[in-house]
C-alpha cells in the first residue's frame, strides 16, 4: 500500500515563508510525477506545482517567482519552498503522486494534507 505524508504546513506572516515536504513510501518502483495542490474554502482544488520524474516543472501563475519545487526520485520524497507567502496562499496543501507503479500495480495517491495559514 501506498502512503503519501506532508509535513511542513502552519501559521506564518504575510511576507514569511514554509517548507512542505511529501514521502511516499510503500514498495514503489517509480512515481510518474508528483506534484501539490491547495483548497481554500469555498473553492475548488488547484494545481501548485508539478514536477516529473524527468526534471520538467510546472507552477500555477499565483506562485510562479516565489515558490519552488524539488523532488528526489530515489527517495520518492518532494518538497515546495514557499516564500514571500501572501493571505491568497491560505488553503490546505495535499501531496500528489501520478501514476506510482508497485508491485500490485499502477495508481495516483492523495496525501492528508497540510494547512497553511499566512496571516498577520
Known amino acids: 500500500q501506498v502512503q503519501l505524508v506532508e509535513s511542513g504546513g502552519g501559521l506564518v506572516q504575510p511576507g514569511g515563508s514554509l517548507r512542505l515536504s511529501c514521502a511516499a513510501s510503500?514498495?514503489?518502483?517509480?512515481?510518474?510525477?508528483m506534484g501539490w495542490y491547495r483548497q481554500a474554502p469555498g473553492k475548488q482544488r488547484e494545481l501548485v506545482a508539478a514536477?516529473?520524474?524527468?526534471?520538467?516543472?510546472r507552477y500555477a501563475d499565483s506562485v510562479k517567482g516565489r515558490f519552488t519545487i524539488s523532488r528526489d526520485n530515489a527517495k520518492n520524497t518532494m518538497n515546495l519552498q514557499m516564500n514571500s507567502l501572501k493571505p491568497e496562499d491560505t488553503a490546505v496543501y495535499y501531496c500528489?503522486?501520478?501514476?506510482?507503479?508497485?508491485?500490485?500495480?499502477?495508481?495516483?495517491?492523495w496525501g492528508q494534507g497540510t494547512q497553511v495559514t499566512v496571516s498577520s
Open positions: 514536477i516529473r520524474s524527468g526534471g520538467s516543472i
Open positions: 510503500g514498495s514503489i518502483f517509480s512515481i510518474n510525477a
Open positions: 500528489y503522486a501520478e501514476r506510482v507503479r508497485t508491485a500490485a500495480g499502477t495508481g495516483d495517491y
